[in-house]
C-alpha cells in the first residue's frame, strides 16, 4: 500500500502531516484549512481532510459495525515557532540559502549573469559584433541587433541567393549589350567573306557547265569517247564539291546570324541585309548544284553503257567471221555493264528517255547472245526469233521516246547556269 502523503506545507513543504493537522509537523508553522474534495454526479462526496469517515455533517463519529474500537495515539501540538523563526511572516529574518549561494532580495529570481530563454528553451540572442559566414567568424565594427544575430544564417543565405542572382542578371546585361553587338558584327564579316569566296569559284563552276552542254557531242567511236567521258566526270564531281562546299559554309553562317538576330537587336539591320544577300547566294547555287548533279547522274549512266556498247562491238566482230567462241565471250562482262548503267539510269535529274533506251540495249545484249547459242545449235527457227528480237530493240533505241535530243542540256541546265551566274554577280557588285 502507499503511505499517505499530505499536501506540502507552504514553509517548510514537508508532505507527512497527519490528516487535520493545524500547524506542520516539522516547521511548526500553522497550515492552511484543507481543501473541499470533489466527487463527480451519483458519488458520495467523502469527508474533508483530516476528518474520518463517519465524520461531519453531523455524523457521530461511530467506528464500524463489530469494529473494537481502538484508540490513536495524538500527536502532541507544537506551539509554533518562537518569535523571530527564519521563514515566519514578519519575523524580518532574512530568507533561506544555501551556503555560498549568494542571498537574493525579496526571493529567487533569474541570475542576472545568464541570459533568459526564449520560446521554447531557445536562448534568446543578444546583441553582438560576431557574425558567422560560411563557416567562418568575422568581427563587424558596429554591434548588430539581437534578432539580426539570431536569424543570420538565414539572412547569410538569401544575401548570397540575391548576389548570385545580380551576377546572373548583370552577366545576362553585359552578353547582350556588349558581348553579342560584336559577335554579331563578327558574323556579319564572316558572312561577307563566305560569299567573296564562293563568288571566286564561279569561273570554276560555269566550267562545268559548259562541259555539261556537250555530253551530246561525244566521239562516235565508243573507245575514243572512253577518255572523253572519264573527263566529263572528273570536271562534273569537281564543280557539284565546290557548289556543295560552298551552299554548306554559307548556310552555317546564316543559322548563326539567325540565333544572332535576336538577342542583338542593335545589329537588326546589318544582321538582315547580310542574311538577305546569303538567301540570294544560296538560291544560285541550289540551281548550280541541280543541274551538276543531273550532269553528274547522266554521266555514271554513260560510262558503263559506253563500255557495254564496247563489248557488243567486239560481238558484232566476232559474228561477222563466224567466230561463235569470240562472239560469245564478251557477254558476261558486257550484261554486268549495262546492268550497272540500269542502276544508275533511275537518278535525279536524267531524263525518261535514257532509263528506257538503256533497258533497249540490256535487250539486245540478250538477244544477241541467244542468237549466237541458236547459231552453235544450228536452230533456224531460234536464229530467225532472236535476229527478229534484236533488231525490234535496236529500232526501239532510234526511237524519239528513248532518244535523248542534243539540245536538253542546253535547254536544262542553261536557265540554271543564268541563275547561278547573277547570284555570283550580286556578290561581287557588293564587295
Not at 492552511?32 to 455533517?57: C, E, K, N, V
Not at 473494537?68 to 495524538?74: M, N, R
Not at 536452230?379 to 521516246?401: C, E, F, Q
Amino acid at each position: 500500500m502507499q503511505a499517505y502523503q499530505s499536501p506540502p506545507c507552504p514553509y517548510c513543504g514537508a508532505t507527512w502531516n497527519q490528516p487535520g493537522a493545524q500547524a506542520c509537523a516539522n516547521c511548526r508553522n500553522p497550515l492552511p484549512p484543507s481543501q473541499p474534495s470533489y466527487a463527480p454526479p451519483g458519488y458520495q462526496q467523502g469527508p474533508p481532510q483530516g476528518q474520518q469517515p463517519g465524520q461531519g455533517y453531523g455524523a457521530p463519529n461511530y467506528p464500524p459495525q463489530n469494529y473494537p474500537p481502538q484508540a490513536y495515539p495524538q500527536q502532541p501540538q507544537y506551539p509554533g515557532a518562537p518569535p523571530g523563526y527564519p521563514g515566519q511572516p514578519g519575523s524580518g529574518y532574512p530568507s533561506y540559502a544555501p551556503p555560498g549561494y549568494p542571498q537574493q532580495p525579496g526571493g529567487y529570481g533569474p541570475e542576472p549573469a545568464y541570459g533568459g530563454y526564449g520560446p521554447q528553451g531557445q536562448p534568446a540572442a543578444a546583441a553582438g559584433t560576431a557574425v558567422q559566414i560560411l563557416g567562418r567568424t568575422f568581427t563587424l565594427p558596429v554591434a548588430l541587433p539581437a534578432v539580426l544575430l539570431q536569424h543570420q544564417e538565414r539572412i547569410v543565405k538569401g544575401a548570397v541567393r540575391l548576389a548570385i542572382g545580380l551576377v546572373v542578371v548583370l552577366v545576362l546585361l553585359v552578353v547582350v549589350f556588349a558581348v553579342t553587338p560584336a559577335l554579331a558584327s563578327s558574323q556579319v564579316s564572316s558572312a561577307n567573306q563566305t560569299l567573296i569566296a564562293a563568288a571566286s569559284r564561279q569561273d570554276r563552276v560555269d566550267a562545268a557547265f559548259t562541259q555539261a552542254f556537250t555530253l551530246r557531242t561525244s566521239s562516235a567511236d565508243p573507245n575514243a569517247a572512253t577518255a572523253q567521258f572519264d573527263k566529263l566526270a572528273r570536271t562534273f564531281n569537281d564543280g557539284l564539291t565546290l557548289v556543295q562546299s560552298d551552299e554548306a559554309a554559307l548556310s552555317s553562317v546564316d543559322q548563326r546570324l539567325t540565333v544572332l538576330q535576336w538577342v542583338a537587336p542593335s545589329k537588326g539591320a546589318s544582321i538582315t541585309d547580310a542574311r538577305h544577300r546569303l538567301g540570294a547566294a544560296l538560291a544560285g547555287l541550289k540551281q548550280a548544284e541541280q543541274a551538276l548533279t543531273a550532269a553528274a547522274n547522266e554521266i555514271r549512266v554513260i560510262q558503263p553503257y559506253n563500255e557495254a556498247l564496247i563489248d557488243y562491238t567486239k560481238i558484232g566482230v566476232a559474228l561477222a567471221r563466224h567466230d561463235l567462241a569470240g562472239a560469245g565471250a564478251p557477254y558476261p562482262e558486257a550484261q554486268q555493264k549495262i546492268e550497272l548503267a540500269i542502276s544508275y539510269s533511275h537518278a535525279a535529274g536524267l531524263p525518261p528517255q535514257i532509263a528506257k533506251q538503256v533497258s533497249s540495249f540490256s535487250d539486245v545484249l540478250m538477244n544477241t547472245e541467244s542468237l549466237v547459242q541458236a547459231i552453235q545449235a544450228k536452230d533456224a527457227a531460234g536464229i530467225k526469233k532472236y535476229t527478229d528480237a534484236r533488231n525490234a530493240a535496236l529500232t526501239a533505241m532510234a526511237a524519239p521516246d528513248e532518244t535523248v535530243p542534243a539540245d536538253y542540256e542546253t535547254k536544262t541546265f542553261g536557265p540554271m547556269q543564268k541563275a547561278y551566274d547573277a547570284a555570283m554577280k550580286a556578290i561581287k557588285s557588293r564587295k
